[in-house]
């Protein structure tokens, strides 16, 4: 089946910093990438939508200058965090979406903590 | 707009019981509707899915039919293992596929004991 995967699985940074995430599918071409934030035994809020080529699309609320979002190519897409602080630390979850054998699915990666101290 | 609104967890079953966990949505046209998985430390797994009223999606044992007069996509299992453990999420697309926006519920966490 597709493969989505994150890199890092889990980061710690210092308050201030900025912490780039990726998003990469490994076995087929994502028309679009989809990145999520889940707060602890919260369900999955819809941070952007990313095509390939183009702007991402922020749901309301995100500010877009904060969380930086490149789709630079049909296997990748990156989530920058910049100048992150506590209130950030969350799970980020990434997903790709494909059309394969006339169906279009969403394919989910595994996700990544990110700890702000 | 379009909501999903399931069963506050957690649910916590022994070994073999019968598991149901409730989901309801509302939405602005003719969703296609899911149910994921998110077992410890991981990412979501899709499931099941159903694309129109009277589908029955299915996968290891659980299922769910679509219900459009009670707009309902309870996600039911006969015998939960320990291994089912795991946070479940009814999620909902309009223009009928994933690789559009999902719309997630709140999320029901499963405990399983032995």
């Known amino acids: 089946g597709a493969v989505v995967s994150q890199h890092p699985s889990r980061v710690i940074c210092k308050s201030g910093t900025s912490v780039k995430i990726e998003c990469r599918s490994l076995d087929f071409q994502a028309t679009t990438m989809f990145w999520y934030r889940q707060f602890p035994k919260k369900s999955l809020m819809l941070m952007a939508t990313?095509?390939?080529?183009?702007?991402?699309?922020?749901e309301q609320g995100v500010e877009k200058d904060k969380f930086l979002i490149n789709h630079a190519s049909l296997t990748l897409s990156t989530l920058t965090v910049t100048s992150a602080h506590p209130e950030d630390s969350s799970f980020y979850i990434c997903s790709a979406s494909a059309i394969a054998g006339g169906r279009n699915e969403q394919f989910f990666g595994p996700g990544t903590r990110l700890t702000v101290l | 707009g379009n909501s999903v609104t399931q069963m506050e967890g957690p649910v916590t079953l022994s070994e073999e019981a019968f598991l149901t966990i409730n989901c309801t949505y509302t939405a602005t046209g003719y969703p296609s509707l899911f149910w994921y998985v998110q077992y410890p430390g991981e990412g979501l797994q899709l499931l099941l899915k159903a694309t129109k009223a009277d589908d029955k999606g299915s996968n290891k044992g659980f299922e769910a039919t679509y219900r459009k007069e009670t707009t309902s996509f309870h996600l039911e299992k006969g015998s939960v293992q320990v291994s089912d453990s795991a946070v479940y999420f009814c999620a909902l697309t309009i223009l009928g596929g994933a690789g559009n926006m999902l719309t997630f519920g709140g999320g029901t966490r499963l405990m399983v004991k032995p």
């Open positions: 990313s095509n390939e080529g183009s702007k991402a699309t922020y």
